[in-house]
């Protein structure tokens, strides 16, 4: 069995989820890959310690040169704040290391630009995060897609909604400054969770109109003052994609300030022959349309079934993030391998890529207060 030697920059939050995943990964069933969380790298010793339980990691430096100068290593998940994508993710691939980015790979066009044309140089297999779409639910809505039964596409709305800003205490962090962050500001946070399955339907908007709000401004600094929250709040991203020579309205939405919202991702799909829409607020339903005598929805009930990679887990139970993220690496895994066999797959880098072309002509449109076309140029 081929192994499979992985590295993290960035031990936090999203990178603790992935070591969690690859303790688990035997749990994966008919996967012919061995994988092994065998590095670390943190510049905080205290995130470093929880690694110690981690029985494989044989590397824990606050050094990420070191880590990078690890023959054995072959693919490294860098997990950290936007504004350092670009020289990370440069150096890995430089390294000659495979690349699992983050969102939104790069803190803005020009950046994500030097990545894409980097890996392509240097024929280095790269992918972004983006882990709702692994669930059942947003499978089943791919799928009603493709098989035509829904008729023709007239309306798509998309959205990841959050409410963790909406206490005005809560003191500031990265996230909600430009410095680390950039102009796109929840767009970059959130945007290609949105955007994933669309582009994937090869669903690329044409025209857009943004609306953006900065609705807190400041916030507690920690250190007994203020400090100026200056990144954007909300997105709701008004744009037209052509299906089948037909200009249709799609709806997305990013947003860290939604009132009873703590974490919910959601899709919805309508044709004049039927519809889907799935809501992780509901995580075990899917709606679906069809027009009739009677209009009427049917709504079913998911359970394990439907995941992209089996696993041990039972069809009838249902699936939580821990879940859809290790579906996510499986997906990385796979491809990497050339055993994706028509699955569903990780964000690629041209899709990456797009976003931020997106969500360039946004800031165009809110500070023109115009309805932008969006341009896509090739990369070299």
Same mark, same amino acid.
């Given at each position: 069995?081929?192994?499979?030697?992985?590295?993290?920059?960035?031990?936090?939050?999203?990178?603790?989820?992935?070591?969690?995943?690859?303790?688990?990964?035997?749990?994966?069933?008919?996967?012919?890959?061995?994988?092994?969380?065998?590095?670390?790298?943190?510049?905080?010793? &205290? /995130? =470093?310690?929880?690694?110690?339980?981690?029985?494989?990691? #044989?590397?824990?430096?606050? %050094?990420?040169?070191?880590? !990078? @100068?690890?023959?054995?290593?072959?693919?490294?998940?860098?997990?950290?704040?936007?504004?350092?994508?670009?020289?990370?993710?440069? &150096? /890995? =691939?430089?390294?000659?290391?495979?690349?699992?980015?983050? #969102?939104?790979?790069?803190? %803005?066009?020009?950046?994500? !630009? @030097?990545?894409?044309?980097?890996?392509?140089?240097?024929?280095?297999?790269?992918?972004?995060?983006?882990?709702?779409?692994?669930?059942?639910?947003?499978?089943?809505?791919?799928?009603?897609?493709?098989?035509?039964?829904?008729?023709?596409?007239?309306?798509?709305?998309?959205?990841?909604?959050?409410?963790?800003?909406?206490?005005?205490?809560?003191?500031?962090?990265?996230?909600?400054?430009?410095s680390f962050c950039g102009e796109i500001g929840v767009m970059g946070d959130l945007g290609m969770h949105v955007l994933h399955i669309p582009l994937r339907l090869g669903w690329k908007p044409e025209r857009?109109?943004?609306?953006?709000?900065?609705?807190?401004?400041?916030?507690?600094?920690?250190?007994?003052?203020?400090?100026?929250?200056?990144?954007?709040?909300?997105?709701?991203?008004?744009?037209?994609?052509?299906?089948?020579?037909?200009?249709?309205?799609?709806?997305?939405?990013?947003?860290?300030?939604?009132?009873?919202?703590?974490?919910?991702?959601?899709?919805?799909?309508?044709?004049?022959?039927?519809?889907?829409?799935?809501?992780?607020?509901?995580?075990?339903?899917?709606?679906?349309?069809?027009?009739s005598n009677e209009q009427w929805w049917q709504r079913t009930d998911l359970g394990f079934k439907g995941m992209p990679f089996t696993t041990i887990t039972g069809a009838i139970f249902e699936p939580g993030f821990p879940d859809c993220f290790m579906q996510m690496l499986a997906a990385y895994i796979?491809?990497?391998?050339?055993?994706?066999?028509?699955?569903?797959?990780?964000?690629?880098?041209?899709?990456?890529?797009?976003?931020?072309?997106?969500?360039?002509?946004?800031?165009?449109?809110?500070?023109?207060?115009?309805?932008?076309?969006?341009?896509?140029?090739?990369?070299?």
């Amino acid at each position: 069995m081929k192994k499979v030697n992985i590295g993290i920059i960035g031990g936090g939050l999203m990178g603790k989820e992935a070591a969690s995943s690859f303790a688990r990964w035997f749990a994966i069933n008919d996967l012919p890959v061995q994988v092994e969380l065998t590095a670390v790298c943190d510049v905080n010793q &205290e /995130v =470093l310690s929880w690694y110690r339980n981690v029985p494989s990691v #044989k590397l824990l430096t606050t %050094d990420y040169k070191e880590l !990078l @100068a690890d023959e054995e290593i072959d693919v490294v998940y860098v997990a950290l704040p936007h504004h350092l994508h670009k020289q990370y993710y440069l &150096e /890995v =691939l430089t390294a000659g290391k495979d690349l699992l980015a983050e #969102k939104p790979f790069g803190v %803005d066009l020009e950046a994500a !630009l @030097a990545i894409k044309n980097q890996a392509d140089r240097l024929g280095r297999f790269v992918r972004c995060s983006s882990e709702m779409p692994f669930l059942p639910g947003p499978q089943r809505v791919v799928k009603e897609v493709e098989s035509g039964r829904l008729g023709q596409v007239i309306e798509i709305k998309a959205g990841f909604l959050h409410s963790s800003d909406l206490d005005p205490d809560k003191p500031i962090n990265w996230k909600r400054q430009v410095s680390f962050c950039g102009e796109i500001g929840v767009m970059g946070d959130l945007g290609m969770h949105v955007l994933h399955i669309p582009l994937r339907l090869g669903w690329k908007p044409e025209r857009i109109y943004a609306q953006l709000q900065k609705i807190i401004t400041q916030r507690p600094d920690g250190k007994g003052g203020m400090a100026e929250c200056d990144t954007w709040n909300n997105a709701t991203l008004n744009t037209e994609v052509k299906i089948a020579d037909n200009l249709v309205p799609m709806t997305l939405e990013m947003k860290r300030m939604a009132p009873g919202e703590t974490n919910t991702w959601y899709i919805e799909i309508m044709g004049t022959e039927g519809g889907v829409k799935y809501s992780t607020k509901d995580i075990k339903t899917l709606w679906t349309f069809k027009r009739s005598n009677e209009q009427w929805w049917q709504r079913t009930d998911l359970g394990f079934k439907g995941m992209p990679f089996t696993t041990i887990t039972g069809a009838i139970f249902e699936p939580g993030f821990p879940d859809c993220f290790m579906q996510m690496l499986a997906a990385y895994i796979a491809e990497r391998a050339g055993l994706l066999n028509g699955r569903f797959g990780c964000v690629t880098p041209e899709e990456a890529l797009n976003s931020h072309y997106i969500f360039d002509a946004a800031l165009r449109s809110f500070n023109n207060q115009t309805l932008e076309k969006i341009t896509y140029f090739k990369t070299e």
